[in-house]
T-cell receptor, first 116, second 110 residues
Framework: GAVVSQHPSWVICKSGTSVKIECRSLDFQATTMFWYRQFPKQSLMLMATSNEGSKATYEQGVEKDKFLINHASLTLSTLTVTSAHPEDSSFYIC????????????FGPGTRLTVL | SQKIEQNSEALNIQEGKTATLTCNYTNYSPAYLQWYRQDPGRGPVFLLLIRENEKEKRKERLKVTFDTTLKQSLFHITASQPADSATYLCALVGDYKLSFGAGTTVTVRA
């Protein structure tokens, strides 16, 4: 149980376009979802925390107008990278937490974004 | 400033030996600490959680210790196998948020 999926697993786009990444909890309802970014050989950096039906809370230094997060239901959160640039190329990973096991986060497989 | 440091970027060991990884932190007061495994191009997978009032936790061939005085956690893989080759991340938990170290990549040679 506690499976999280992400779609797409990888995406290549042109500079200036927008890309949407989906994160789904497949067999549980997620009270909270988190979005991380990971550059090669670096740690995961938390970008934002989102609760269903409310606005996401962004970490310091993360532009909320550039990284749009929508958490429309208890099983789906989306991250849209707007006007993507090559420096946005990274590995984006979501995770989800649910009420009965709120000590743990369950991670998706990640999405590799390459902006040309 | 807050820091999480994992002892080395890479660790190469012979199959059957014990791998010991270190996680040190500063300017945190975590309620608990977690260890994750991450394979290349994949998201992290939860391994173990240890609370601030626990000294040691075991799960199969894995053992974690947590010393809040030293601000350090040790992660041991005993009787290591080539399938244990991966990057291992420690993460501190505060306000339900995880803060990760950069990870230690373990390679187990057959």
């Amino acid at each position: 149980g506690a499976v999280v999926s992400q779609h797409p697993s990888w995406v290549i786009c042109k500079s200036g376009t927008s890309v949407k990444i989906e994160c789904r909890s497949l067999d549980f309802q997620a009270t909270t979802m988190f979005w991380y970014r990971q550059f090669p050989k670096q740690s995961l950096m938390l970008m934002a925390t989102s609760n269903e039906g409310s606005k996401a809370t962004y970490e310091q230094g993360v532009e909320k107008d550039k990284f749009l997060i929508n958490h429309a239901s208890l099983t789906l959160s989306t991250l849209t990278v707007t006007s993507a640039h090559p420096e946005d190329s990274s590995f984006y990973i979501c995770s989800a937490r649910f009420r009965d096991r709120d000590n743990e986060q369950f991670f998706g497989p990640g999405t590799r974004l390459t902006v040309l | 400033s807050q820091k999480i440091e994992q002892n080395s970027e890479a660790l190469n060991i012979q199959e059957g030996k014990t791998a010991t990884l270190t996680c040190n932190y500063t300017n945190y007061s975590p309620a608990y600490l977690q260890w994750y495994r991450q394979d290349p191009g994949r998201g992290p997978v939860f391994l173990l959680l240890i609370r601030e009032n626990e000294k040691e936790k075991r799960k199969e061939r894995l053992k974690v210790t947590f010393d809040t005085t030293l601000k350090q956690s040790l992660f041991h893989i005993t009787a290591s196998q080539p399938a244990d080759s991966a990057t291992y991340l420690c993460a501190l938990v505060g306000d339900y948020k995880l803060s990760f170290g950069a990870g230690t990549t373990v390679t187990v040679r057959a």
